[in-house]
C-alpha cells in the first residue's frame, strides 16, 4: 500500500458500514465492497485503504479481512459507547488524534477555532491535516459528542469532563446575557435561550445538556433576578444557522451501520412542564446557591 500522507475522506458511516462487511465476509476486495455499498470502484478502495490505515482491516495479497480490533470496534458501536470509540481513535488514527490535540490545547480560550484557525494550527506543528481532514474529524467528533459547534458562529471546542459551578455558571451567564442583550430586539431585556446556550457551551466546553440542567438550577435558585419567557410557535429563536449533528445506530439485520440525523430547530428549556424560549436577568439582589 503505498504511504499516502492526507486522509482519504470517509464518514463513520461507511467506517462501520465496512467492518460489518468484514465481520460477516472471510474476504473483503474491491468489487465485492463496490457493490454492497453502491459505491464506485475507485471510491471502494478508498474506503478500504483508510479503514485499513485505522488498523480495523488487515491487507492480504489483493484482500482484506478482519482482525481482532474490527470486533471490539463494532461492539463499541453497538453499545453506543462512544467514548470507547473516541479512545480507539485517538490510539490507532494518527489524523484523529492530531486533531484532538490542537482542540485540546485551545480548550482555555473562551472561543473554539474555527477550521480555517483549526489547519493554521496544523500548519505550524507540522502536522498531515488539511481541510478535508478539519472538515470529516470535526463532523465525527461532533456526532460522538467529542466536540461541539457554536451553532451561529461555526467554532469548534473539545468537551471537558467537568462541570461548572453554579457561581461560575451564573457569572459567566450574566456577562454573556449583557453582551447579547445590547442587540436584542426585544427591548433590550430579553434574550434567546438558543443563543445563550451556545455561547455558555462554548465558553464553558460543556455539553447543551449540561447548559439545560445547570440553567434549571441557577433559575431556581435565582427567581425574580432572572425572569423566562414563552414563545410563538414560529419564533426564529428556535433556528440556528447550522445544525446540530448526532448520530443512531441502524439495525444489523444485513450490514451495521449508522444513520446521521441533523436537527437545526433549536429548543428552549422546560421546566415545571411549561418551555421557556427567552431569558431576562434584572438587578434585584439575589445570589446563586
Request: proline share 2%.
Amino acid at each position: 500500500m503505498a504511504d499516502r500522507k492526507t486522509i482519504r475522506p470517509v464518514t463513520l458511516r461507511r467506517v462501520v458500514e465496512v467492518c460489518s462487511l468484514a465481520s460477516q465476509s472471510k474476504f473483503l476486495n474491491i468489487k465485492n465492497v463496490s457493490k454492497k455499498l453502491n459505491t464506485t470502484p475507485s471510491r471502494a478502495k478508498e474506503v478500504l485503504l483508510e479503514v485499513e490505515r485505522m488498523d480495523l482491516l488487515s491487507h492480504v495479497g489483493d484482500f482484506w479481512i478482519a482482525n481482532s480490533r474490527t470486533s471490539e470496534f463494532l461492539r463499541y458501536f453497538e453499545s453506543k459507547d462512544w467514548e470507547k470509540i473516541h479512545k480507539y481513535f485517538l490510539k490507532h488514527y494518527n489524523f484523529y488524534s492530531e486533531f484532538i490535540r490542537i482542540l485540546q490545547d485551545y480548550s482555555e480560550k473562551e472561543e473554539g477555532l474555527s477550521v480555517n484557525e483549526i489547519i493554521e494550527e496544523a500548519v505550524r506543528r507540522k502536522t498531515h491535516l488539511n481541510r478535508t481532514a478539519a472538515e470529516v474529524l470535526s463532523d465525527w467528533c461532533e456526532r460522538l459528542g467529542i466536540v461541539q459547534r457554536n451553532l451561529y458562529t461555526a467554532k469548534i471546542y473539545f468537551l471537558r469532563d467537568e462541570k461548572p459551578s453554579l457561581d461560575d455558571f451564573f457569572s459567566i451567564l450574566l456577562k454573556i446575557y449583557r453582551k447579547l442583550s445590547i442587540s436584542s430586539w426585544w427591548r433590550e431585556v430579553f434574550v434567546e435561550i438558543p443563543l445563550i446556550r451556545e455561547h455558555m457551551c462554548e465558553q464553558l466546553k460543556i455539553s447543551r445538556k449540561t447548559f439545560d440542567k445547570t440553567l434549571k438550577q441557577v433559575y431556581l435558585n435565582n427567581i425574580g433576578k432572572i425572569e423566562l419567557s414563552g414563545a410563538p410557535i414560529t419564533t426564529l429563536a428556535k433556528k440556528s444557522p447550522l445544525s446540530e449533528k448526532r448520530i443512531k445506530l441502524v439495525g444489523k439485520k444485513a450490514i451495521m451501520s449508522t444513520q446521521s440525523r441533523l436537527q437545526r430547530e433549536r429548543e428552549g428549556i422546560t421546566i415545571n412542564k411549561k418551555t421557556y424560549y427567552y431569558l431576562a436577568m434584572h438587578k434585584r439582589k439575589s445570589t446563586p446557591r
